[in-house]
Structures are given as structure tokens and as C-alpha cells.
């Protein structure tokens, strides 16, 4: 089984790279769809909430989380190993496919990386990052400033990916672009 990462600053793409990924037949996990599954559902993490931040409303956490880094740390800390939890049941109930694709914003951040043999990173640039996540979610431009400078800067990604693809033009263009990879690794493996 080739467990291939996928990852790629907020905003960058990634979702619509799933979406091409899945149509195409492969099982794909995104993790921040795990993430969000947990907020709901896991008493564990909804005790945590409770006594940490005082409220289980995710914009008031992150709007907390994205501006202290110790909080931050310490939800991650927290988050993290239940996140990997599910991404091994994934990895289990998926045994006998060929290749399975897991999504993260944070990969690297997260230190998930270690668990892939290769890495997809989606590119866009940062001003077009910004205005996509304020327009899908309703962010102030600094809200949105936030979360994007949160993570490691895409140029230092590069060198630690096996795949770069480059998100700049239209949804058509990044289908085409998702098919070629597809093509790509299916010759290769």
C-alpha cells in the first residue's frame, strides 16, 4: 500500500484536490474533516474544551489559539494523537487498496509527514490564500492573516515534498493537473 500525503497551505486548493482524487476511485481522508468530526463527537476532547477554554464554539477557540501560541500548543498536544487515532483506523479499514491519500493543512506541522511514503503539496500564492478564506468563511482580512501566517511558509515545503502542484489558475485547470499526477503514479506503482 502507498500511503501518499496531502498537504498545502489554508486556502491553497487541497480540497479540491481530494474532490478530483475521489472521483477518480482513490479512498481519501482529510484530516481537517477528522478534526471537525472529533470537535463534535469526542467527549474526551469536549471535556478538555470545556475546562481549557471555557466553550466549544471553534471560532472563539481558534480566534484565542491564533493569536497565543501556548494555547495553541497545548490544543495541538491534546488533538493530535486522536487525530492519528482515526487516520489509522483509515489506514487499517483501507488495507488492500493500492494507494490511499490522507489530507492536512498541517502536515508538516503536525509531524504527520513521517507516516507517508510521498507528499503532494498544493501551492497558491499568499494574497490569493487570504482572499479565498475570507470569502468562504467569512473571515475579517486580518482573521484570515492570522490562520495563513500560522503555518510554515509554502517555500520551505517545497524541498520536503515528493509532488508540487502549482494552484494559480482555475478549477479546471487544477482537474487537469490532478490527472496527470494520477496518471503519474499510477505508472509508477
Do not use: W
Not at 45 to 54: M, R
Not at 144 to 153: E, F, M, P
Amino acid at each position: 500500500m502507498l500511503k501518499i500525503g496531502i498537504t498545502g497551505n489554508i486556502a491553497s486548493g487541497k480540497s479540491l484536490f481530494e474532490k478530483y482524487l475521489k472521483n477518480a476511485g482513490f479512498p481519501v481522508l482529510c484530516l481537517d474533516s477528522v478534526t471537525h468530526f472529533l470537535y463534535e463527537n469526542d467527549i474526551r476532547l469536549k471535556e478538555f474544551l470545556l475546562k481549557k477554554f471555557n466553550t466549544f464554539e471553534r471560532l472563539k477557540i481558534s480566534s484565542l489559539v491564533f493569536r497565543d501560541v501556548k494555547l495553541k500548543k497545548e490544543l495541538e498536544d491534546f488533538i493530535y494523537p486522536l487525530i492519528l487515532d482515526k487516520m489509522e483506523e483509515f489506514f487499517d479499514k483501507n488495507r488492500f487498496e493500492k494507494i490511499l491519500f490522507v489530507s492536512a493543512a498541517v502536515l508538516f506541522e503536525a509531524g504527520f509527514n513521517k507516516y507517508f511514503d510521498k507528499i503532494v503539496l498544493i501551492l497558491s500564492n499568499r494574497d490569493t490564500r487570504i482572499q479565498r478564506l475570507m470569502k468562504r468563511s467569512g473571515l475579517s482580512y486580518l482573521q484570515a492573516v492570522l490562520r495563513v501566517d500560522s503555518q510554515i511558509n509554502e517555500e520551505d515545503k517545497i524541498p520536503l515534498s515528493d509532488f508540487v502542484i502549482e494552484n494559480l489558475g482555475t478549477e479546471e485547470e487544477l482537474r487537469q493537473k490532478t490527472d496527470d499526477f494520477v496518471k503519474k503514479i499510477l505508472k509508477k506503482h
